[in-house]
């Protein structure tokens, strides 16, 4: 039962990254249109920059979850590698925990601006206006699910301290000592 | 507790978590966190920098250059372009000790006409530089240091994101300071080319040459280059080129922004690798691969700016520079401490940052010591650029980390950019030394 | 921020403010003048007046809230005061951005805030409840100075105007609207570069700014148009803040805030005139549109403040009947708008 939800968890880590990456892809595309708009039929698209601003955020916090499971966050181990195994662990269970704590504050303080903005559906923007609530939206989902990611790894972290050959079924999602 | 004995203890704070391994974004946003709550004592106001701070940071169209720049240099080295532009640059200069080195800085150079970010630069030559010098035997240390000392030049060379910080600041031309950067830029690019050299000659090995049994130094053997020719490499490396001439002449010719132009490159580099064979699943490991890289810089970004309003914050920032100034001391000395400060900054701040704190304090002192605002502006940019390469905070150098991933460890890149920074000072003191290399460009406008 | 006690009695006490927003001080003229005369002067009269000592944490330049998150700082308390424009929150502050929904108001920025001063006063209880919503007080308003072109080619006719790219940030595009000019959305930031390399050809903005951001350089010719000055920025304080303030201070605090207003706008005016003088000596050529001309443009526009008004309803304000005595105030102070708004 953990196990199928923890394989769901990283599924869904994956798929928004992904997304997040189509919508750099799709950040590309909507710049490029207003360029040729402009360019060539005088026609440039009012509301290109609200539409980028406000989506960088959210891919951000889309992609943030599968980075954390990869490990991709930029950390020195300078000191970490020459630690004995255990307090290694133990380390490694004190970062996640710091990323935890505080992809949580950001879902807790997040949660009366998102209510609101969507409330009175937030937008930004005069020729063209752009909903922006939804970016509040993402940035919760996106903690959500990154803070899950640093509680697996303190799991995992936990349980290698107690049986040193444990191993985890990918590399991927391993823990990093 | 004082807010000053707030931001001391957070900087301690700081460094240690971030030597005991902590993730940098982790660290930087949990000492934001804590300081604020120390200073207001209020725990709703600490935590409201977490959600204001992850919405807002980032929300500005010329941010846009991150991704879009890493998505570019994704499909550059997903087409293999990247690989036949170094072969062509190896094929130009072999005969120069550490050619690859060169080539580096060179193709720096020509892309900060392009992008307005060091951390964009750092990011795209990361992956197209860091392989080809591996693959050329090169050491990693030299390899790291040639792309993370040549990636500032994207903030020196016109356009520049600080410069028209800075222009706005000190109420000068934003015109007359994208020129005064072209001869400086050039002037390190060129300093980093001797150095380059001098290193190779020095150390052989460092660029993947040896000697050889008759003491003669030759460079080792890389198979691919046996069948190479002039019109061969040239056509080959090509494609590259129209992609920087379209951005360059976009921009020069007035067609597009910088912003656009990084949206505009990374379609042409799409449409090269179509060209080039790039199938669904091809284009589906290139945005994986982009999401990652840009998922940690962005993150990145994101936390420094809580770190740096905590630390405005405080006040802490304002006290530094009032000391500088209120020492009443002789111009040499006040420029050598200036530049001392923004170095100390650069260790913990991100560079636009660093700028907004100081330059409204240092606009006194210059008209103390009637300095020229334009000069001034260049030396600074180059002195708070060299904090982009300073522990523990780096920003071009965790960009690399990002782009690199595994194989390569934060303290490698620190380590092999030394050389890099000790050259980036060697240019601030003759720019400092002979202002006109900075002011002759504007002065013919 | 508050009170940092040091002891009780009869000794003084130390009143720490954090002070900012998005602008740069020396970028605007609001922002300077709140620096200059708002802080200095709240912090001399406290010294001179009241067993209080009232110390700056300047935040300006947007080093702890940028320009669209100022009004959530402050309300958060990461900002005690807030100096800042309302440009920025479309729909949280709708009505602090009504001047831009009347094009061609007064060019006078000092008129403009008098009649905005007008309106606020009266409906008072409905601005109150719209700071309340975001836990602040209002304390000043702020005015831009008086938007106008400035282009890298001459305009001396409406006609043009015609095929050119005219760059502006997004509450003055619709002004363009009918003209034969192409609106590109921009920010001042890249508004340099743009029009040196050519992506559009000019600005709506007013000259002071148009001087800070040395548009002149590459954009040679000044028009006036007479889209008018807009009372969009300003200072508030955190509510939290605010009450915990002594009555002596809060007393003093409205006082110089009341004086703010009106050296603001003086400033805003005066500092639109030495900018344009300035920039002609650096070369802006002054072009002349007729009056013709610009009345066609005013009767070509969409009924820009009926739309926004009746917008202003469905959010609940009473936005009829506050547009019509903004555009009543002015012409109460002697404004003759280009085209007789008719809002109902
Ligand atoms: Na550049
Ligand atoms: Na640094």
């Known amino acids: 039962m953990i196990r199928k939800f923890d394989r769901f968890m990283n599924i869904l880590a994956s798929v928004s990254s992904y997304i997040g990456a189509v919508g750099i892809l799709i950040i590309m595309i909507v710049i490029c249109f207003d360029v040729t708009g402009r360019i060539f039929f005088n026609h440039p698209n009012i509301g290109t920059p609200e539409i980028v601003q406000n989506s960088l955020a959210a891919i951000a916090f889309l992609m943030l979850p599968w980075a954390t499971y990869l490990g991709q966050h930029v950390r020195s181990t300078m000191i970490k590698n020459r630690l004995p195994v255990k307090l290694a662990y133990s380390a490694e269970i004190a970062a996640y925990f710091v990323g935890a704590c505080l992809f949580l504050g950001v879902i807790l303080s997040a949660w009366e601006p998102m209510t609101f903005a969507t409330k009175i559906k937030d937008f930004q923007g005069e020729g063209l206006r752009v909903p922006i609530y939804p970016v509040w939206w993402v940035i919760i989902y996106g903690s959500v699910l990154s803070c899950y990611q640093c509680i697996s790894k303190i799991v995992k972290a936990a349980a290698a301290i107690k049986n040193p050959t444990f191993t985890t079924e990918d590399d991927g999602g391993g823990i990093q000592v | ?445 | ?344």
């Open chain 3, 1 to 344: 921020g508050g009170k940092d006690a040091q002891s009780s009695g009869g000794e003084r006490e130390t009143i720490t403010l954090k002070i900012g927003g998005g602008h740069m001080v020396n970028g605007m003229a609001y922002t300077q003048v709140a620096q200059e005369f708002f802080q200095a002067e709240i912090s001399k009269r406290c010294a001179e007046e009241t067993n209080y000592d009232v110390e700056w944490i300047e935040a300006y330049g947007g080093t702890i809230a940028k320009l669209p998150e100022g009004l959530t700082a402050c309300q958060n308390g990461l900002l005690d005061v807030l100096v800042n424009s309302y440009a920025f929150e479309n729909a949280k502050l709708f009505l602090m951005n009504m001047n831009y929904y009347v094009p061609f108001s007064s060019t006078d920025p000092t008129i403009v805030t008098k009649a905005s001063r007008m309106v606020m006063d009266e409906y008072a209880d409905v601005y109150e409840d719209l700071w309340a919503t975001y836990n602040q007080k209002f304390l000043a308003l702020g005015p831009t100075g008086a938007y106008e072109l400035i282009t890298n080619f001459p305009v001396n006719s409406l006609a043009d105007l015609k095929g050119h790219k005219i760059a502006a940030a997004g509450a003055n595009l619709p002004w363009l609207e009918g003209t034969g000019a192409i609106p590109v959305q921009s920010n001042l930031n890249e508004a340099y570069t743009s029009i040196q390399t050519g992506v559009y050809d000019g600005w709506i903005m007013w000259p002071d700014a148009s001087y800070r951001y040395k548009l002149h350089e590459v954009a040679p010719y000044f028009t006036a148009i007479g889209f008018g000055a807009d009372a969009i920025q300003g200072i508030s304080i955190n509510l939290d803040v605010w009450n915990s303030l002594p009555e002596e201070v809060q007393a003093i605090m409205e006082e110089v805030a009341a004086e703010y207003e009106v050296k603001s706008a003086e400033a805003a005016k005066e500092l639109d005139v030495t900018s344009l003088e300035a920039m002609q000596k650096e070369g802006l050529t002054i072009c002349e549109m007729p009056k013709e001309d610009i009345e066609k443009w005013a009767a070509g526009l969409p009924n820009i403040p009926q739309v926004r008004a009746s917008e202003a309803e469905g959010m609940g304000f009473p936005g009829i009947e506050i547009w019509n005595a903004y555009i009543d105030a002015q012409k109460q102070l002697g404004h003759t708008f280009a085209r007789d708004w008719i809002v109902q």
């Open chain 2, 1 to 445: 507790m004082s807010m000053i004995t707030v931001a001391v203890i957070s900087v301690i704070c700081l460094f240690t978590l971030i030597l005991f391994g902590v993730h940098i974004g982790f660290s930087l946003s949990l000492m934001s966190f804590i300081g604020i709550w120390l200073m207001t004592e209020k725990i709703q106001i600490a935590l409201s920098i977490l959600a204001t701070t992850s919405f807002e940071a980032i929300r500005d169209y010329t941010f846009a250059v991150i991704p879009l720049f890493v998505l570019m240099g994704c499909f550059m080295s997903q087409s293999g372009v990247a690989k036949d532009l170094f072969d062509a640059m190896n094929y130009f200069i072999k005969k120069l000790p550490g050619g690859l080195g060169i080539a580096t800085v060179v193709s720096n150079a020509v892309f900060a006409a392009v992008t307005g970010v060091s951390v964009a630069s750092a990011a795209v030559f990361a992956r197209i530089c860091l392989p080809e010098m591996s693959r050329h035997r090169y050491k990693p240390g030299f390899a790291l240091g040639a792309v993370g000392g040549s990636s500032v030049l994207g903030m020196l060379i016109p356009p520049s994101l600080l410069m028209i910080v800075y222009g706005m600041l000190s109420e000068t031309s934003i015109g007359k300071l994208f020129l005064a950067g072209i001869v400086p830029g050039l002037i390190l690019a060129g300093i980093y080319c001797v150095g380059i050299i001098g290193m190779s000659i020095a150390k052989p090995e460092l660029t993947g040459r040896a000697k050889n049994a008759g003491g003669k130094v030759i460079s080792a053997s890389v198979e691919e280059e046996a069948t190479q020719n002039f019109l061969m490499v040239s056509l080959r490396a090509l494609p590259i080129f129209i992609i920087v001439i379209l951005v360059l002449g976009g921009i020069w010719g007035g067609f597009f922004t910088p912003t656009e132009a990084s949206a505009v490159g990374a379609f042409a580099t799409l449409i090269l690798s179509v060209a080039r064979g790039m199938r669904p699943k091809g284009l589906k490991k290139v945005l994986l691969e982009t999401a990652g890289t840009t998922s940690s810089i962005l993150f990145l970004l994101i936390s420094a700016q809580m770190y740096s309003r905590m630390l405005t914050m405080s006040g802490a920032t304002v006290a530094l520079a009032n000391m500088v100034q209120n020492s009443s001391l002789g111009a040499g000395i006040v420029l050598f401490m200036i530049c001392f400060v923004l170095i100390l900054l650069g260790c913990v701040l991100d560079s636009t940052s660093i700028l907004l704190i100081t330059v409204p304090l240092i606009l006194p002192i210059a008209a103390a010591f009637g300095w020229n605002l334009i000069w001034l502006g260049i030396v600074m940019i180059i002195v708070i650029e060299m904090g982009l390469l300073t522990p523990p905070f780096g920003m071009v150098v965790f960009a690399m980390k990002a782009t690199i991933g595994e194989g390569v460890e934060v303290e490698d890149i620190f380590k092999g950019v030394i050389p890099f920074l000790l050259m980036m000072a060697m240019a601030v003191v003759i720019i400092i030394a002979f202002p006109s290399l900075t002011t002759w460009l504007p002065s013919l406008q």
